[in-house]
Structures are given as structure tokens and as C-alpha cells.
């Protein structure tokens, strides 16, 4: 089963330690974080991590416009 989880608040707030956290518990993975521009593993540049950069994106794109995401 594939899962999508996203992780945002504020500054401090654990975002980082609890990602690395959730990482060790599903593999593959793909942990995209605005401090560490992005975390793979295994390392693997395919159509489905473009996805999630994408995505990431987009929802960067919805937030600042006023939308809370």
C-alpha cells in the first residue's frame, strides 16, 4: 500500500526528528523537508519522486496564496 504523509508546522516544532523517525519505519521512502532539501533512500531519481517534488510544490503554491494545507 503506498502512503503519502505530510508533516507541517511551525519552526522548532519536530518536524525534522519526526520525519527521520517515520523514515526508519517505511521502505522505501521519501522524506522532502525545507531544511534538508530532500532525503532518499534508497537513492532512486524516477517519475515517482518528480511526483513528490511537484507536489510539494504545488502545495507550497496553495499555501501562499492564503489556503491552509
Known sequence: MK??????????????????????????NVFFGRDW????SPVEIDVRAITVLQAAKQIRNVRSQGYNV
Open 3 to 28: 502512503r503519502l504523509i505530510l508533516v507541517d508546522d511551525t519552526m522548532v516544532a519536530g518536524k525534522t526528528a519526526t520525519c527521520t523517525e517515520l523514515s526508519k519505519l517505511f521502505d522505501p
Open 37 to 40: 532539501c530532500w532525503m532518499i
